[in-house]
Nanobody, 116 residues
């Protein structure tokens, strides 16, 4: 069974870069027809899709975050990563890594707070 685990700092200062890693087990980040997404949920709000990388390494970003977001993968470590630059308190959220053909597998989520 595919399992995903997010890791990274829980506290980031404003204007800095948020960096998270998702480690995949029980499956491969190069699995056919799979995509690997980052989704977040700010407090009191709904889920927000941030971006994704697919099997072929093609990357898609939310238009609202396009200027600040970078998604990459490391096939040797079976991981994919998120970087979000110039963060503000509005980027405070629970961040999820998600994978599969249709958002089948979810990490448990990690709280990231942007505060000085």
């Amino acid at each position: 069974q595919v399992q995903l685990q997010e890791s990274g700092p829980g506290l980031v200062k404003p204007s800095q870069t948020l960096s998270l890693t998702c480690t995949v087990s029980g499956g491969s980040v190069t699995a056919t027809n799979y995509a690997w997404d980052w989704i977040r949920q700010p407090p009191g709000k709904g889920l927000e899709w941030m971006g994704a990388i697919n099997t072929r390494g093609r990357i898609f970003y939310s238009s609202s975050l396009k200027s600040r977001i970078t998604i990459a993968r490391d096939t040797s470590k079976n991981q994919f990563t998120l970087q979000l630059s110039s963060v503000t308190p509005e980027d405070t959220a629970v961040y999820y890594c998600v994978g599969g053909e249709a958002y089948d597998y979810w990490g448990q989520g990690t709280q990231v707070t942007v505060s000085s």
